[in-house]
């Protein structure tokens, strides 16, 4: 890992267009400002680690532990009306 | 073409019905093809089914079925690789999960469909939104006496 020292309002860059900025330093507590391109999604790590657990966790349910989310749902949209419905638990 | 599913045995996609979700979804990103299929039992339950690993498929539903003041408000950075500019035209879905005999809804990482273009992401919500928002009356019986 590349390691840098940086004092409030110093910058780095990443690249030709992502700039991070030492915006403030309190105790053990560091503001960071971030300038990167629209398509560039910025997220804290312990969000995006969390979402992946989720999903893992998510991708391995049955659909029989899903039998009471029927009796939970209001009146809306449905995730898919196409003609895939068959398909689904037989 | 036709698939294989662990849970559901082998069932015949349109291509045309195959969404593609370019980066994957988090933690699960060599899945790149997917499969939204309704399930038989439960009309407001759909399944995002891998084409290429048959055990890998996510419930999911319309969140503003199970949460009617769900807000979500998305950086625009997570919709420009669905070349998307409104969330209007999108179909928002949410995935479900199973937490301590609970089931919850993961509303801060909402699976955007760009319906047009059979385009996925799941994206980021803005602001603080639960990652296991419990649907109530789940607790199993022996939740319940513990």
Redesign the interface.
């Known amino acids: 890992m590349l390691v840098l020292s940086r004092q409030r309002d110093e910058s780095i860059m990443i690249g030709d267009s992502i700039v991070v900025t030492i915006v403030d330093i309190r105790g053990d507590k560091v503001r960071l400002g971030i300038n990167a391109p629209a398509e560039v999604p910025v997220h804290r790590q312990e969000v995006y680690e969390a979402i992946q657990r989720e999903n893992v966790r998510a991708s391995r349910l049955a659909p029989d532990e899903t039998q009471e989310i029927g009796k939970l749902a209001g009146r809306g949209p449905v995730p898919n009306s196409g003609k895939a419905g068959e398909s689904a638990r037989g | 073409m036709r698939i294989n599913t662990t849970?559901?045995?082998r069932?015949?996609?349109?291509t045309d019905?195959l969404l593609h979700f370019a980066s994957g979804?988090?933690?699960?990103e060599d899945c790149q093809r997917w499969?939204?299929?309704?399930?038989?039992?439960?009309?407001?339950?759909?399944?995002l089914q891998s084409t290429s690993r048959s055990?890998?498929?996510?419930?999911?539903?319309?969140p503003?079925?199970?949460v009617?003041d769900y807000q979500v408000r998305i950086?625009?950075?997570?919709l420009?690789?669905l070349a998307m500019r409104d969330l209007r035209d999108a179909q928002l879905?949410v995935?479900?999960?199973?937490h301590a005999g609970a089931?919850t809804l993961?509303l801060?990482?909402p699976i955007v469909i760009n319906v047009e273009a059979r385009t996925g992401r799941?994206?980021?919500a803005s602001g603080d939104l639960p990652?296991?928002y419990e649907?109530?009356?789940?607790r199993s019986p022996l939740k319940k006496s513990a």
Not at chain 2, 11 to 14: A, L, R, T, V
Not at chain 2, 55 to 62: F, N, Q, R, T
């Open positions: 849970r559901f045995g069932i015949d996609i349109e019905d979804l988090p933690g699960l499969a939204l299929l309704a399930d038989a039992g439960n009309e407001a339950l759909g399944w055990d890998v498929a996510l419930a999911v539903v319309s503003r079925r199970f009617p950086p625009r950075s997570e420009t690789p879905l995935v479900v999960a199973r089931l993961n801060k990482a799941q994206v980021v990652m296991r649907l109530v009356g789940q």
